[in-house]
């Protein structure tokens, strides 16, 4: 997995994030599936810590993780969860 070169947070954080990034349009993973797709299958704490300090909203898709039970979890982005549904419907995906 490639670092985008003007990335800037700690070596997890750009772990999570270039994670993040290969999750396609219109599609979600949960937090437990991102952190075992990291290798890290008990840090899903921590890898839902690592996408609410994304500053890169929308172009690393952090609004494409949700909870285990389905729920949106959270935004750290403007609007918060409003915001994370809306882009989620944009692209087809309709969590309620």
């Not at 890290?40 to 921590?46: H, T």
């Not at 898709?61 to 409003?82: F, M, N, W």
Request: net charge positive; charged share 20%.
């Amino acid at each position: 997995m490639s670092h985008h070169p003007e990335l800037i947070g700690t070596p997890f954080q750009l772990l999570v994030w270039n994670a993040l990034k290969t999750i396609p349009k219109g599609e979600v993973r949960t937090y437990k599936e991102l952190a075992a797709m990291i290798g890290r299958p008990g840090s899903v704490r921590a890898v839902a810590n690592a996408c609410g300090k994304n500053p890169y909203l929308v172009t690393i898709p952090c609004h494409r993780v949700i909870r285990t039970d389905g729920g949106l979890g959270g935004y750290s982005g403007p609007g918060g969860i409003e915001t994370k549904r809306k882009l989620l419907l944009e692209e087809g995906i309709d969590i309620t």
